[in-house]
């Protein structure tokens, strides 16, 4: 497995900081999937506002079909979801 060099949460500074607590405050913990871009934090927030605006903004699809989509799409390419 490759190993990409992650900024600790307690070292974050700035908009990591800020993407830090942003994901602490969703789900109280950072997941590896926003920790693994913490070297990039602009890459980072533009990320996670493509995820916003697909899994909560308007939509033909509901919530639950979006997540299911995911949970697909996870499996389909043996990734932990």
Known sequence: MPYIEQVPIREAKGLLKKLFDEALQRSGRVWHIVQ????????????????????FGSSPLTRWQREMLAVVTSKANDCFY
């Open 36 to 55: 693994i871009m913490s070297q990039n934090p602009r890459a980072m927030d533009a990320s996670m506002g493509l995820y916003g605006a697909i899994m």
